[in-house]
């Protein structure tokens, strides 16, 4: 493994944000790491580029234990959401800073500029002040500062934080495939879900300095591994259920489980797209409570008479108005019985 994390651990106050943390990154993997504010992502983050010291436990690079060792020598390169570049350089200055600390020719600095420019889609740019660029061009430059001295781990905190939607999604694709043709090993943290899983090929989620599940963002999505984890993916139907025999017994009334499901008390994760919307008298009567638009379907939320409301996912020209009466049937292959 290129980076080894075991029982990593940070206090601060004698709280622990960074709780025994066992994470392993191989070479050429990009790991997201997800969490809401205060999991400890960014701490771990900082514990891996020495810029926070472990209270305990070991960050290994390449099998080589790291305590002790200054982040200037630990070969990793690391990109804050804030782009953090030199204003009084220009964008060819900023992108040598690297280069020139690890004693890079002004003819090495030169052909290393222009190559990475090019890479990040801003060719001709070395000449330009930082001033003088957009928010998604600061990002590319400092994307390429960080990846000049050819860093064995890059990380990234919150790369895309600070720009907008629709150059966010653009920009993550971008990341992806650059990454992929460079071979790069990256550590990023972020909270936005749809970031990680477009650009992970695996996903960690983490809880009050914890790791709560780890898997490809494939495994993540169909398989939360407890109701922290769903909910934090954004699901709303979740609730306490008793399992036996394929059936779930629910405020909901009985909904019926994938076989194989796990028996016993357990709690019970119904996808949008499990919430079947049938004429009003049949399955379970609902009123419709409020609708979003979210592009490609329509958030219907359903409040059940004596239940938790449900969110169903309608097409747009199938949604039910506020107000309307509406049954609800559940499919099973949509249900998921978390651990």
């Known amino acids: 493994m290129l980076l080894s994390l075991q029982a990593a651990t940070v206090r601060f106050g004698g709280r622990a944000v960074l709780d025994a943390v066992d994470l392993a990154v191989a070479a050429h993997e990009i790991v997201c790491v997800l969490g809401p504010s205060g999991s400890g992502k960014s701490t771990l983050l900082r514990a891996v580029a020495g810029l926070q010291p472990l209270d305990s436990g070991r960050v290994s690079l ?7 060792v200054p982040a200037h020598r630990r070969g ?5 959401q804030d782009h953090q570049l030199f204003p009084q350089r220009d964008v060819g200055g900023n992108v040598a800073f690297g280069l020139r600390m690890h004693g890079a020719t002004r003819g090495e600095q030169a052909d290393r500029v222009r190559e990475l420019l090019d890479l990040v889609g801003l060719p001709d740019a070395a000449g330009r ?31 895309l934080g600070q720009l907008d939607r629709s ?19 990256v550590l990023a ?13 695996r996903v960690v989620v983490m809880r009050d300095g914890r790791i709560a599940q780890s898997g490809t963002p494939l495994e993540v999505w169909q398989r939360p591994a407890d109701a922290f984890v769903a909910r934090f993916l954004g699901f709303e139907n979740v609730v306490g259920a008793t399992v036996a025999d394929g059936v779930a017994v629910t405020p909901w009334g009985k909904v019926p489980v994938p076989e194989g499901s796990p028996q016993g008390t357990r709690t019970l994760l119904v996808r949008p797209a499990g919430v079947r919307l049938v004429p009003a008298g049949e399955g379970l009567r609902c009123t419709v409570a409020a ?24 097409a747009l020209r199938a949604a039910p108005e506020v107000g309307d009466e509406a049954g609800v049937e559940f499919d099973a292959a949509e249900i998921v019985v978390l651990g």
């Open 129 to 159: 002040a930082v001033a003088a660029l957009s928010g998604g061009e600061q990002q590319r430059v400092a994307l390429a500062r960080a990846l000049a001295p050819s860093p064995r781990l890059l990380m990234l905190d919150e790369p």
């Open 76 to 80: 990793v390169g690391l990109m804050f």
């Open 62 to 68: 390449d099998g080589h234990d790291q305590s002790g």
């Open 291 to 314: 609708r979003t638009f979210r592009g490609t379907h329509v958030a219907v939320r359903l409040q059940p008479e004596d239940a938790p409301r449900l969110e169903a996912a309608c």
């Open 189 to 201: 943290v972020t909270h936005d879900q749809g970031e990680a899983f477009a650009l992970a090929d």
């Open 167 to 185: 150059l966010r999604e653009r920009l993550v694709v971008e990341l992806r495939e650059l990454f992929g043709r460079l071979g790069t090993t």
